[in-house]
C-alpha cells in the first residue's frame, strides 16, 4: 500500500464549476499536508498547506483535513482553464520525509 | 537567490556513464531534499540533508547514487554507472527550517535520459 493515494483522473470539469481532489494517507502520525500544482514539464509549486482538521479557505481553493479518516482533499471553486495542471497531495512521513501521491490530472474546459 | 536552481536542466547519458546534479537551494535554508520523478507519478523522496548533514538516504535506489552537500548549501547528486531505469526527472527542494510543517519550494528539476 502506497503512502499517499490520489484518484489519477483524469478529472474533467467545466469552466466556473467546482472541482474536487481527494487524497488518502496510511501513516496516522503524519501532521502536514500539502496540496501542489504541476504544469506539464514544470516543477511542482505550493498551492496550500493544512495541518488542522477542518476547513481552510485560501481564495478560490478550499482544502479539507479528516485526521480520522486519513483524508484531505481539495476543492477549486470558478474553475478557470488555467487551472489545467495535475494535482499533487504531499503527506509529512518519519524525520522529514515526504511523501506524495501520483497525482490528479484535472482538465477545466472552456 | 530568489529560488532554487538546478544544473544541467536536460541531460543525455549514454548507458553505463557516470553523471552529477548540481541544486543550488534558496540562500539560507537548512533543509535540501532530492526527489526523483517518473513520467506520470508523483515525486519519489530521494534523500534529505539538513545543513551539510545526511540524515535520511532511505531512497535511494541502490548504491550507485551519492549526494552531497559539503557546505550546507549547493549539493550534488550523483548517478554511476547509470541504467535505462534511472531516466526519470530529478528535483531538488528547500525549506527554511528544519520542521515537518515547513514548505518546500522545488526547483525546475534536471530531466536525465539514459540511452
Known amino acids: 500500500q502506497k503512502e499517499v493515494e490520489q484518484n489519477s483522473g483524469p478529472l474533467s470539469v467545466p469552466e466556473g464549476a467546482i472541482a474536487s481532489l481527494n487524497c488518502t494517507y496510511s501513516d496516522r502520525g503524519s501532521q502536514s499536508f500539502f496540496w501542489y500544482r504541476q504544469y506539464s514539464g514544470k516543477s511542482p509549486e505550493l498551492i496550500m498547506f493544512?495541518?488542522?482538521?477542518g476547513d481552510k479557505e485560501d481564495g478560490r481553493f478550499t482544502a479539507q483535513l479528516n485526521k480520522a479518516s486519513q483524508y484531505v482533499s481539495l476543492l477549486i471553486r470558478d474553475s478557470q482553464p488555467s487551472d489545467s495542471a495535475t494535482y499533487l497531495c504531499?503527506?509529512?512521513?518519519?524525520?522529514?520525509?515526504?511523501?506524495f501521491g501520483t497525482g490528479t490530472s484535472l482538465t477545466v474546459i472552456p | 537567490g530568489a529560488g532554487v536552481s538546478q544544473s544541467p536542466r536536460y541531460k543525455v547519458a549514454k548507458r553505463g556513464q557516470d553523471v552529477a546534479l548540481r541544486c543550488d537551494p534558496i540562500?539560507?535554508?537548512?533543509?535540501l531534499f532530492w526527489y526523483q520523478q517518473a513520467l506520470g507519478q508523483g515525486p519519489e523522496f530521494l534523500t534529505y540533508f539538513q545543513n551539510e548533514a545526511q540524515l535520511d538516504k532511505s531512497g535511494l535506489p541502490s548504491d550507485r547514487f551519492f549526494a552531497e552537500r559539503p557546505e550546507g548549501s549547493v549539493s550534488t547528486l550523483k548517478i554511476q554507472r547509470t541504467q535505462q531505469e534511472d531516466s526519470a526527472v530529478y528535483l531538488c527542494?528547500?525549506?527554511?527550517?528544519?520542521?515537518?510543517?515547513?514548505?518546500?519550494?522545488f526547483g525546475p528539476g534536471t530531466r536525465l535520459l539514459v540511452l
Open positions: 540562500s539560507g535554508h537548512v533543509s
Open positions: 493544512i495541518y488542522s482538521n
Open positions: 504531499a503527506v509529512n512521513g518519519v524525520g522529514n520525509q515526504f511523501y
Open positions: 527542494a528547500s525549506s527554511l527550517w528544519d520542521r515537518s510543517q515547513e514548505t518546500q519550494y
